[in-house]
T-cell receptor
Framework: GESVGLHLPTLSVQEGDNSIINCAYSNSASDYFIWYKQESGKGPQFIIDIRSNMDKRQGQRVTVLLNKTVKHLSLQIAATQPGDSAVYFCAENSGANSKLTFGKGITLSVRP | GAVVSQHPSRVICKSGTSVKIECRSLDFQATTMFWYRQFPKQSLMLMATSNEGSKATYEQGVEKDKFLINHASLTLSTLTVTSAHPEDSSFYIC??????????FGSGTRLTVV
């Protein structure tokens, strides 16, 4: 079946370094992708999104890259801070039914 | 803008009782809302799509008679867990679709069935 997955379950980075979180998706019909951050006991918080007609989008300290050829999505966080420690999910929307399918999640741990 | 309020944030109930969770879009109208369930250290799993004025669409494997969804207005959807059992203990999260590309999530409800 279709799925959205992540390559690594955990990522530990030094404060101040850049973080890169990767996500693979398998539904070639997906046309909208979102990265979410989830802190313990809270709902997902929107970080950044990208539509399939783009390959890069930048926000404040974050960049999302989309490679449709290999069905790969990545989130780059510049100058990672302790407050960035959380679980990160990628999600995809294939359009027709508006449902978001979430990836497995990766825990980002920032070392002081 | 685009705030979704979910209530209660935590609830403990006895086995066999029912629990209602509310999801409200505070500053926008949402014709479509979604209900997710999340077990510890796992991802969000979609349970059902709630459509204003019509029946909810449930994902495969989700019991519609156990998880009752009502979307009576453009700003409110409710999820009722009927005859709850310990295995229903989980983190339930709602999401409201505010436009073609926008989704806003509630803060979640921690349900513990004892």
């Amino acid at each position: 079946g279709e799925s959205v997955g992540l390559h690594l379950p955990t990522l530990s980075v030094q404060e101040g370094d850049n973080s890169i979180i990767n996500c693979a998706y398998s539904n070639s019909a997906s046309d909208y992708f979102i990265w979410y951050k989830q802190e313990s006991g809270k709902g997902p918080q929107f970080i950044i999104d990208i539509r399939s007609n783009m390959d890069k989008r930048q926000g404040q300290r974050v960049t999302v890259l989309l490679n449709k050829t290999v069905k790969h999505l990545s989130l780059q966080i510049a100058a990672t801070q302790p407050g960035d420690s959380a679980v990160y999910f990628c999600a995809e929307n294939s359009g027709a039914n508006s449902k978001l399918t979430f990836g497995k999640g990766i825990t980002l741990s920032v070392r002081p | 803008g685009a705030v979704v309020s979910q209530h209660p944030s935590r609830v403990i109930c006895k086995s066999g009782t029912s629990v209602k969770i509310e999801c409200r879009s505070l500053d926008f109208q949402a014709t479509t809302m979604f209900w997710y369930r999340q077990f510890p250290k796992q991802s969000l799993m979609l349970m059902a799509t709630s459509n204003e004025g019509s029946k909810a669409t449930y994902e495969q494997g989700v019991e519609k008679d156990k998880f009752l969804i009502n979307h009576a207005s453009l700003t409110l959807s409710t999820l009722t867990v009927t005859s709850a059992h310990p295995e229903d203990s989980s983190f339930y999260i709602c999401s409201a679709k505010r436009d073609v590309w926008g989704y806003t999530f509630g803060s979640g409800t921690r349900l513990t069935v004892v």
